[in-house]
């Protein structure tokens, strides 16, 4: 019986992506205003309301395509530019373990 992929896993599949890619920026004193360093970047983006682009909320549980966090990785340009900024932009890979942590419903 085949149950379907399984399910994305935000401690040690998610946060990584933050880690490697986000914090430099979005970290303890970064310039981005928002912490997504670990322990707390969860409860940071979600169902939690964008400062930039209200009433959106950074990360929409089951919704990637409303999500500021998915769209900006993904450079949708629904919500300003691309995330990382100046650099290169995340993996097709780690864009999609995004839209599916967020589909699945956002878990911690």
Sequence with gaps: MDTGPTPVSYETQIQPIFDAECVR???DGGTAGLDLRP???HG???DVASQNYAPALLVDEG???TSVLHEKVADTA???GVMPP???NLSSDDIELIR???EEGANP
């Design 78 to 80: 629904q919500f300003g």
């Design 44 to 46: 940071n983006l979600v």
């Design 39 to 41: 322990g707390v970047s």
């Design 25 to 27: 920026c979005h970290g």
């Design 63 to 65: 919704s990637p395509s």
């Design 86 to 88: 100046g650099g290169a």
């Design 100 to 102: 599916r942590w967020i």
